[in-house]
């Protein structure tokens, strides 16, 4: 637990997305004197049964960050002292098929929300980005992405990222906005809208459908436990200094093919159940950041192991289909085999 603050109220955007959830279920937890107002536009990807078991506890608006007016509104109307911004566009796949989305709401909606918290004069803007901004790592090298590694997006959705980042940036330097940054590694737990790949391949696996890996099988990611990157977004807000970008992330790598053997393992399932398919455009080989900032200076460390806490996972999709099952026909991209924007309408 970090040091004790007074009493805040704090908006949380993307607050039925997968990680936007998690945390306000934890910030319930482990701040229960604050108010909290849980906004979401509910795209496809937000589901405000992920906060069934606090909706007595939360106010909850429906809402879209790039809608200045109304973030304007919501930030005077309940005087909100800190923003935790969730909000974004998030699914590789679709922002090759629909750019234009994930630009709208996650340069131009994070613009639009940080001119609204400068103008209400907010004490905190926290703006959750990715490792992904920064490219891709060779997976033969020993290279990592420090918070000062240059910025090489590779796909629409990781340079949208990247413009979000800059706009935080920018509004600190110009105007004074009191802002920090987290870069953090994959995340995984409970929520997660099933179409990235550990909820993909469970709740693909518990119907007896393929795991579709890609060719590049042994590409890696960092993992963290969603409450580990919590915990770390709350070191930040108590003790991160102004102005500051932490990478949040546990140093552990693993492969699509490692990922999708451990959940048939756990599943009981045969490793035959997995197929292969296409790359697809820009698919990235490694990610692995340097999360040293904020482990010396803020005392963070993560704590669920990885394996253990993808197994629990794992049995808590199995444990509620009632959760997942109907958002299976609300998912934009269904099957990865064509690749062109024109193919979706997109802009």
């Known amino acids: 637990m970090y040091r004790a603050v007074p009493a805040r109220t704090v908006l949380v955007t993307g607050a039925a997305g997968f990680i936007g959830a998690n945390f306000v279920h934890y910030w319930r937890r482990t701040h229960a004197d604050d108010t909290i107002i849980a906004l979401d536009a509910l795209t496809y990807a937000g589901n405000r049964e992920s906060l069934a078991a606090v909706r007595d506890d939360v106010v909850f608006v429906q809402a879209d960050i790039a809608d200045g007016a109304r973030m304007a509104e919501i930030l005077r109307e309940y005087r909100v002292q800190v ?37 209400a004069g907010v004490d905190r803007f926290h703006h959750v980005s990715t490792c992904e901004v920064y490219g891709d790592l060779a997976l033969d090298g020993m290279e990592v992405f420090h918070e000062g590694s240059p910025y090489r997006p590779r796909t629409p959705y990781n340079a949208s990222k990247a413009g979000a980042d800059h706009a935080v940036r920018a509004y600190h330097e110009t105007f004074g906005l009191p802002v920090t940054i987290t870069n953090c590694a994959n995340n995984y737990g409970r929520y997660q809208f099933p179409e990235k790949v550990v909820p993909l391949f469970v709740t693909n696996a518990l119907r007896g459908l393929s ?56 599943l009981g399932l045969p490793t035959s159940l997995q197929t292969t398919v296409a790359d697809r455009p820009g698919h990235d080989r490694r990610y692995l950041l340097d999360s040293s900032r904020i482990r010396e200076t803020l005392g963070w460390q993560p704590t669920v192991a990885f394996e253990e806490g993808l197994r629990e996972t794992i049995r808590w999709y199995r444990d509620n289909p009632g959760w997942w099952e109907p958002l299976l026909e609300r998912r934009p991209v269904v099957e990865e085999r064509a690749w062109s924007p024109s193919e979706a309408g997109a802009r």
Do not use: K
């Open 83 to 119: 923003v935790v911004n969730f909000a974004a566009e998030s699914h590789n796949s679709l922002a090759v098929l629909d750019p234009g989305r994930f630009f709208r709401t996650n340069v131009l909606g994070t613009q639009t929300l940080l001119h609204a918290s400068l103008d």
């Open 211 to 266: 795991l579709p890996v890609y060719e590049s099988r042994h590409n890696r990611r960092e993992w963290i436990h969603v409450d580990d990157h919590c915990r770390a977004i709350d070191a930040v807000l108590t003790d991160g200094e102004p102005g500051m970008t932490y990478h949040v992330g546990t140093g552990v790598e693993v492969s699509v093919q490692q990922l999708a053997d451990l959940i048939l393992d756990e």
